[in-house]
């Protein structure tokens, strides 16, 4: 996919406004994109930006600077197509399973009576052509034995006269010459020549239950040596580095059947996690994942896919300051970074970003209450700070009113090019902004030759305000009121610390390597 269609994906999926950051993030995680480059952010946010000049030919509008979202109507739509596709897919898996089902019992019996019939037809060629080698074999004997001193043909004829049935004569000697050529050995007549001796004694045919005993007593012995051949192959393949464990020593999975997940990072967590502790490699994981349909994605290579899900996911949660989920072991094998702890210790670690979590909601009402409490003045000086980090350049002040109010221009930084946009800042905390200030606002624009403008106020916003900033067919503002504000002061590290608690764990690959 495009940026564009990504980010159209991704805020479909999410049903509410993001930051083009969190749009980038989701779009990186889930694999959507064909084309990341080296700043998939900055690429993210000019695409948008580009599209939201559209008007009513985009799909995404922008509701304040960097955040984005669907339009309604747009919205609904894609939905309903996604359900659509989705109902259909459905339909036709259970279309092809229930066609596997009906075709699979007559396959089995076919093969069941070809393999039968194969095996017979092969004995009995087997037969036919050890027949004919032992009439060549007999006559060749024959013409041998013809140069046989006197006394060798009277013991013969002697033991001829004398044979008990246990083929001790000139016959039997015979056969038992013909097995030592066969074996390639002189000393004793291989299993093959010992069977045949047997069966064809002084003339007399065995019993077919004993020939055929007797006849596969080599094949049989044929098994070792396969099983010999196939163990230094095995040992091949991990110096390659493939992987050595097999899908049957695998979980059954079973809990995962009907489960359904968004991203591909999030459906190999879960099959790692159902694996008992225990490292697979990537083209195990992908067999799961695609076998039982965890995720709506299609792919033509399934282990390349998941590979790739796992080091972005890391990749994003390393950006973020996060713990990576994944670890690569030897062999090309995967496990979970938290297997380094038990489970006692996952548990306290969700506790921790809980509480984390709950003082960050502390912080942000903190900072929100003395960001009321500050002077205009001081006030504008905040919000000039703001702009400055989220890439808004050439800040000027224009006007400054009788209360308290400032309006000034800047220029938005927007890939090569730069957008001219009228800001105007509302220190009355206790106030409330109305549509008029809107209207206001926008009526400026042509002094300033901006094309968009912003408001940031941290006291009540009315509704009316909220629909004329949003109206398709005139310029666009931004209304910033207090949660968003804090939210971005807080982004942007402006009125707040960050401290990081590290977290120790084994690292579980690294002590696997040491084993191996």
Not at 72 to 81: H, Q
Not at 477 to 492: M, S
């Amino acid at each position: 996919m495009t940026f564009y269609e990504a980010a159209v994906e991704v805020l479909r999926r999410s049903g509410r406004p993001l930051h083009f950051k969190k749009i980038t993030e989701v779009a990186l995680r889930d694999e959507l994109l064909s084309h990341v480059g080296k700043t998939p952010e900055s690429t993210m946010e000019d695409r948008l930006d580009l599209e939201t000049k559209k008007d009513d030919a985009s799909w995404i509008v922008r509701t304040r600077p960097g955040v984005y979202m669907l339009k309604g109507d747009v919205a609904e739509r894609l939905n309903d197509e996604a359900k659509a596709r989705d109902e259909e897919n459905r339909i036709k898996r259970e279309e092809a399973k229930k066609k596997k089902q009906a075709k699979a019992p007559v396959i089995e019996e076919d093969s069941e009576v070809d393999d039968v019939d194969d095996t017979e037809d092969d004995e009995e060629v087997d037969d036919s052509d050890d027949s004919e080698a032992d009439e060549d074999s007999d006559d060749a004997d024959e013409d041998e034995d013809e140069d046989d001193d006197e006394n060798e043909a009277a013991n013969d004829a002697s033991s001829d006269s004398d044979d008990d049935g246990e083929g001790r004569g000139r016959r039997g000697r015979r056969r038992r010459r013909r097995g030592r050529r066969r074996s390639g050995s002189g000393d004793a007549p291989s299993d093959t020549a010992t069977a045949k001796t047997e069966v064809k004694t002084n003339g007399q045919v065995a019993p077919a239950a004993e020939r055929a005993e007797k006849v596969e007593k080599p094949r049989k012995a044929e098994k070792p040596e396969k099983a010999e051949k196939a163990e230094p192959s095995e040992k091949r393949g991990r110096r390659r580095g493939r992987s050595s464990d097999k899908p049957a020593k695998l979980a059954s999975f079973d809990d995962l059947e009907g489960e359904r997940f968004e991203s591909i990072a999030d459906a190999a967590f879960a099959v790692l996690n159902a694996n008992n502790r225990k490292p697979i490699s990537a083209a195990n994981v992908a067999k799961v994942v695609f076998d039982k349909k965890l995720v709506k994605f299609h792919t033509h290579d399934p282990e390349a896919t998941i590979e790739s899900a796992m080091v972005t996911d890391n990749q994003v949660r390393a950006r973020g300051s996060r713990r990576p989920l994944f670890a690569q072991y030897r062999d090309a094998r995967w496990g979970l970074t938290q297997w380094g702890v038990s489970d006692e210790g996952v548990e306290k670690e969700q506790q921790i970003l809980a509480l984390a979590a709950e003082l960050r909601q502390e912080s942000h009402d903190q900072l929100g209450e003395a960001v009321g409490r500050l002077k205009s003045e001081a006030f504008e000086m905040v919000v000039m700070t703001l702009l400055e980090r989220l890439d808004y350049r050439n800040l000027k002040v224009s006007k400054r009113t009788s209360d308290g109010d400032m309006y000034f221009s800047a220029d938005w930084r927007r890939g090569f090019s730069d957008l001219r946009v009228c800001v105007r800042v509302l220190s009355d905390a206790e106030s409330t902004l109305e549509a008029t200030a809107v209207k206001e606002l926008r009526e400026t624009f042509e002094h300033y030759a901006a094309a968009e403008g912003i408001i940031v106020h941290i006291g009540e916003v009315s509704k009316d305000a909220v629909r004329e900033s949003r109206k398709d067919d005139v310029a666009k503002v931004t209304i910033i009121d207090r949660k968003a504000l804090v939210r971005l002061l807080i982004d942007e590290g402006i009125g707040v610390r960050t401290f990081q608690t590290p977290l120790v764990m084994v690292d579980t690959a690294f002590i696997d390597a040491l084993q191996r």
